[in-house]
């Protein structure tokens, strides 16, 4: 009953969480507005204490600033935490969501082709090998690559080519990546089925790292992420 009692409330927390942090991110609590706590709880049905909770979330977010006596303010984009895996997730599912593709892609292409290199020379055989078990999902479940079996193959080849880097920065993005991927799949961005190139280039970069080979392993993972970009704005572009 106990552990009921805990799903519920987490639950509701996350529903409050997501909430407020897409009204901030949409504009609808704009920078500058004072967040009414006693209002919200009323009109989402949530206890004060719940609310509290989720201000706490929001202001290490830097989404909202609190001030004894001035109360919650919204801060401005510009404070916003730009890696936090919700911050992404609601930029994704607002209005703006194809320029928060384009602009992380530009990262990945700063990130991924460097992880790429370095991973060539530093991952590990338990690494290369989570690697190459990645590749072989994706090339398995190729027929889906809408469907989370096949998202999650990637997540896992994009996250042991980050983590094989050995940079514990560069490592430190795999959730960033994650949330950009997932972002494609719920939101219908990605094929029935995967592009064979797709296919053929997340295939180099794994032989590339397997046989250490640094600058086949970036050159590669830069063509995954170019690859991505396109066939992003490619399915979102209206049919003629």
């Keep these: 009953m106990a552990e009921v009692t805990r799903e519920a409330a987490s639950a509701q927390h996350r529903r409050l969480l997501d909430s407020i942090g897409m009204r901030i991110v949409e504009g609808a609590l704009p920078a500058g507005s004072r967040l009414l706590t006693a209002d919200l709880a009323d009109e989402l049905g949530a206890s004060r204490s719940a609310m509290r909770e989720v201000v706490r979330v929001l202001e290490t977010m830097g989404m909202v600033d609190v001030r004894r006596r001035a109360g919650v303010e919204v801060l401005a984009s ?112 990605m094929p029935k089925a995967a592009d064979q190139t797709a296919l053929r280039l997340h295939q180099d970069v794994a032989a590339a790292i397997t046989a250490r080979d640094p600058e086949t392993a970036a050159s590669a993972m830069s063509a995954i992420v170019a690859e991505a970009d396109d066939a992003v704005e490619n399915m979102a572009r209206p049919a003629r």
Excluded: C, K
């Design 78 to 189: 510009e404070r916003w935490s730009p890696y936090a895996p919700e911050v992404i997730r609601w930029r994704l599912d607002g209005s703006d969501r194809l320029q928060t593709l384009h602009e992380l892609s530009q990262l990945r292409s700063a990130v991924e082709p460097l992880a790429a290199r370095l991973a060539a020379v530093q991952a590990d055989s338990e690494q290369r090998a989570a690697l190459v078990r990645a590749v072989l999902g994706m090339v398995e479940h190729g027929d889906r690559a809408d469907e989370p079996v096949y998202l999650q193959h990637d997540v896992d080849f994009h996250t042991a080519v980050l983590r094989g880097s050995g940079n514990p920065y560069l490592a430190g993005l795999a959730d960033v990546v994650a949330a950009l991927l997932h972002g494609r799949t719920s939101h219908a961005l």
